[in-house]
């Protein structure tokens, strides 16, 4: 909890909180202090997924899962809590890592049919890019324990309720597996909520770590001995984890990373122990021992640890800096980590399944990585949208049966139950065939949910990398833009001005960097040389968007920046000129997320 915190603030300030929040859909300036530091992070995420600040919209993802460790260890601690809360109109609440909700106890009646109205509910979804600020999502969302009161929450249908919700970590690996959220009414709350939650999601770790796998343990210790005795490249796997040593992750690339796994998971799978040599995708050669870590009172091994030490590095280095591919720009942590997961898969002969918003540069990102893996290799694109002509599966299995390279076969998820059920076959068969050796295969899919048929066809791609939408690495705003504008200008006379700038870092760019480069090259057909000015962004970077809106929309909310920029910002001169009320403009400005020019 942050210095201040303790006191509820509908104690000492629930009209100015909600007068802040107000201030902020508005896309206004919040004073400083008005809003707790974590609290206004947090609604900037949630205006960044355009998140309904009116409505609930949680998404029902399944049915809970109740039989995994996580479930069966919290169960009963969280009775033992809802017996000691027995008479307290508190609910006890637990979901999984994604904040989907796996059971909920409550003893108070009017509470139990308040949280059903706004399902917070098991099976449904209280992640923060749904419901946007919350105890449960904003915990995932930061790592650590969060408490959310009132005019707090995103969401208005939330502005009754209080909640103080801390992370449950894995008591072996750290990871976090779940969330323990306490939820009351908002004038029930009390500062001890986040200290009782936090206590409970100790409790269920122990419990955990109590009934951990004595293979598991084992594994651990075996490693950690390992690391203290080696300042080597030091690692250990078995089915569900894997551990690397800082040292390993410093001198390895992620594609290097992922084939030392794969040789290790392979000879221990066959008892070839070593030491042996090990090509790597880099060039580099490695030498390599494994050792089978034996299971306590279980049959077969737990796992192994195996070491490695570089006899041969990279011929010339490595050609780019980890993380940069030729073609692209960006620095963001999140664009970067993104970048490396889909070139270690390729590194690996993986095939990969590659998710992101439209826009977001998924297939850019796989011409870049198949530039660097294969220069010479064929690559070929198959787009679903053109799944309509009886020839594109007829293409796309001659591809899968015939073709050297790699292959991407973009928004598989618009392909019809029909073509994915063949597609499945197709893919079947390859594997059958043996074809992941002479072919690298991608697929392309937005984040919507998974019907039964993808989910079955996603299974031939053992990982799914998600894209990260522009609104989640702005920062790369910075280098985004001049990049584009080199590629759309040749000249190379057209900059960016500070102001022009701070608009584009506000935008929260539902169409990504797509979105960015047609706003560019607007831009570009009307100046061609000079500094492009705040005036020179077309009406849609003046607003703070929170939805899609519909053509007539578009109209209307172009008018209404025209006008402000006509009349240097006066609310009264632009409503009078296109016939509005007074009050009606402020609506529609606050409603279409406008910034309004400074006077």
Same mark, same amino acid.
């Given at each position: 909890?942050?210095?201040?915190?303790?006191?509820?603030? !509908?104690?000492?300030?629930?009209?100015?909180?909600?007068?802040?929040? %107000?201030?902020?859909?508005?896309?206004?300036?919040? %004073?400083?202090?008005?809003?707790?530091?974590?609290?206004?992070?947090?609604?900037?995420?949630?205006?960044?997924?355009?998140?309904?600040?009116?409505?609930?919209?949680?998404?029902?993802?399944? %049915? =809970?899962?109740?039989?995994?460790?996580?479930?069966?260890?919290?169960?009963?601690?969280?009775?033992?809590?809802?017996?000691?809360?027995?008479?307290?109109?508190?609910?006890?609440?637990?979901?999984?890592?994604?904040?989907?909700?796996?059971? &909920?106890?409550?003893?108070?009646?009017?509470?139990?049919?308040?949280?059903?109205?706004?399902?917070?509910?098991?099976?449904?979804?209280?992640?923060? &890019?749904?419901?946007?600020?919350?105890?449960?999502?904003?915990?995932?969302?930061?790592?650590?324990?969060?408490?959310?009161?009132?005019?707090?929450?995103?969401?208005?249908?939330?502005?009754?309720?209080? +909640?103080?919700?801390?992370?449950?970590?894995?008591?072996?690996?750290?990871?976090?597996?779940?969330?323990?959220?306490?939820?009351?009414? &908002?004038?029930?709350?009390?500062?001890?909520?986040?200290?009782?939650?936090?206590?409970?999601?100790?409790?269920?770790?122990?419990?955990?770590?109590?009934?951990?796998?004595? +293979?598991?343990?084992?594994?651990?210790?075996?490693?950690?001995?390992? +690391?203290?005795?080696?300042?080597?490249?030091?690692?250990?796997?078995?089915?569900?984890?894997?551990?690397?040593?800082?040292?390993?992750?410093?001198?390895?690339?992620?594609?290097?990373?992922?084939?030392?796994?794969?040789?290790?998971? %392979?000879?221990?799978?066959?008892?070839?122990?070593?030491?042996?040599?090990?090509?790597?995708?880099?060039?580099?050669?490695?030498?390599?021992? +494994?050792?089978?870590? =034996?299971?306590?009172? #279980?049959?077969? =091994?737990?796992?192994?640890?195996?070491?490695?030490?570089?006899?041969?590095?990279?011929?010339?280095?490595?050609?780019?800096?980890?993380?940069?591919?030729?073609?692209?720009?960006?620095?963001?942590?999140?664009?970067?980590?993104?970048?490396?997961?889909?070139?270690?898969?390729?590194?690996?002969?993986? @095939?990969?399944?590659?998710?992101?918003?439209?826009?977001?540069?998924?297939?850019?990102?796989? #011409?870049?990585?198949?530039?660097?893996?294969?220069?010479?290799?064929?690559?070929?694109?198959?787009?679903?949208?053109?799944?309509?002509?009886?020839?594109?599966?007829?293409?796309?299995?001659? !591809?899968?049966?015939?073709?050297?390279?790699?292959?991407?076969?973009?928004?598989?998820?618009?392909?019809?139950?029909?073509?994915?059920?063949?597609? @499945?076959?197709?893919?079947?068969?390859?594997?059958?065939?043996?074809?992941? #050796?002479? *072919?690298?295969?991608?697929?392309?899919?937005?984040?919507?949910?998974?019907?039964?048929?993808?989910?079955?066809?996603?299974?031939?791609?053992?990982?799914?990398?998600?894209?990260?939408?522009?609104?989640?690495?702005?920062?790369?705003?910075?280098?985004?833009?001049?990049?584009?504008?080199?590629?759309?200008?040749?000249?190379?006379?057209?900059?960016?001005?500070?102001?022009?700038?701070?608009?584009?870092?506000?935008?929260?760019?539902?169409?990504?960097?797509?979105? *960015?480069? #047609?706003?560019?090259?607007?831009?570009?057909?009307?100046?061609?040389?000079?500094?492009?000015?705040?005036?020179?962004?077309?009406?849609?970077? @003046?607003?703070?968007?929170?939805?899609?809106?519909?053509?007539?929309?578009?109209? !209307?909310?172009?008018?209404?920046?025209?006008?402000?920029?006509?009349?240097?910002?006066?609310?009264?001169?632009?409503?009078?000129? *296109?016939?509005?009320?007074?009050?009606?403009?402020?609506?529609?400005?606050?409603?279409?997320?406008?910034?309004?020019?400074?006077?």
């Amino acid at each position: 909890m942050s210095s201040g915190s303790a006191v509820r603030p !509908e104690v000492t300030g629930d009209t100015r909180l909600a007068r802040a929040r %107000e201030r902020f859909l508005s896309a206004e300036p919040v %004073e400083p202090g008005q809003v707790r530091d974590p609290i206004l992070a947090s609604w900037r995420r949630s205006r960044g997924w355009n998140v309904a600040a009116d409505h609930i919209d949680p998404s029902f993802v399944r %049915e =809970p899962d109740l039989d995994t460790p996580l479930s069966r260890n919290a169960l009963p601690v969280l009775r033992d809590l809802r017996e000691n809360l027995e008479g307290q109109p508190i609910s006890v609440i637990l979901t999984d890592a994604h904040g989907v909700l796996l059971t &909920r106890l409550t003893a108070d009646r009017d509470l139990e049919r308040h949280l059903d109205g706004v399902q917070l509910l098991p099976g449904f979804s209280y992640a923060e &890019r749904l419901v946007g600020t919350n105890g449960i999502g904003t915990t995932l969302e930061t790592g650590q324990a969060a408490h959310v009161f009132g005019h707090e929450h995103y969401a208005e249908h939330l502005e009754d309720l209080a +909640c103080a919700a801390a992370p449950v970590r894995h008591p072996i690996s750290g990871k976090i597996v779940g969330v323990v959220d306490l939820t009351c009414w &908002r004038k029930d709350a009390d500062a001890l909520l986040i200290a009782l939650a936090e206590s409970t999601a100790d409790q269920i770790a122990q419990a955990m770590l109590n009934d951990a796998s004595g +293979c598991t343990v084992q594994l651990l210790q075996e490693y950690l001995r390992a +690391c203290r005795h080696s300042a080597g490249i030091v690692f250990a796997l078995n089915d569900d984890m894997v551990m690397m040593s800082h040292h390993a992750r410093d001198v390895l690339d992620p594609g290097d990373q992922a084939a030392v796994l794969g040789h290790a998971a %392979e000879a221990l799978a066959v008892g070839q122990l070593g030491p042996v040599d090990v090509e790597l995708p880099s060039g580099a050669r490695a030498r390599m021992s +494994c050792r089978p870590v =034996p299971g306590k009172g #279980q049959p077969g =091994p737990a796992g192994g640890v195996a070491h490695a030490k570089l006899i041969k590095p990279a011929p010339g280095g490595e050609t780019h800096p980890r993380g940069v591919l030729r073609g692209l720009v960006g620095s963001g942590p999140l664009w970067l980590r993104a970048c490396d997961q889909v070139d270690a898969a390729h590194a690996g002969g993986q @095939w990969l399944a590659l998710e992101g918003e439209p826009g977001t540069g998924k297939l850019a990102l796989i #011409q870049a990585v198949h530039r660097r893996r294969r220069p010479v290799g064929r690559l070929r694109v198959l787009d679903a949208a053109d799944a309509a002509d009886h020839q594109w599966l007829v293409r796309v299995l001659g !591809e899968l049966l015939e073709g050297q390279g790699s292959l991407v076969i973009r928004h598989v998820d618009r392909l019809s139950a029909v073509r994915l059920r063949t597609l @499945w076959i197709a893919l079947e068969q390859a594997l059958a065939a043996g074809r992941q #050796q002479a *072919l690298w295969v991608a697929v392309t899919l937005s984040q919507s949910p998974a019907g039964p048929d993808l989910a079955s066809l996603l299974q031939f791609f053992p990982s799914t990398v998600e894209l990260p939408p522009l609104r989640h690495h702005i920062e790369d705003m910075h280098e985004l833009v001049p990049f584009f504008l080199a590629k759309l200008n040749h000249d190379g006379r057209l900059t960016c001005s500070p102001g022009a700038m701070q608009l584009l870092l506000r935008f929260s760019w539902p169409g990504n960097t797509e979105q *960015l480069r #047609q706003v560019l090259r607007r831009v570009v057909r009307h100046k061609r040389s000079g500094t492009i000015d705040p005036g020179d962004l077309p009406p849609e970077c @003046w607003t703070v968007s929170r939805r899609l809106l519909s053509p007539l929309e578009s109209m !209307e909310r172009d008018a209404i920046v025209q006008a402000l920029l006509d009349f240097n910002g006066n609310k009264v001169k632009t409503a009078e000129s *296109l016939g509005m009320s007074r009050a009606t403009i402020y609506r529609k400005i606050h409603e279409y997320g406008i910034v309004t020019p400074a006077s």
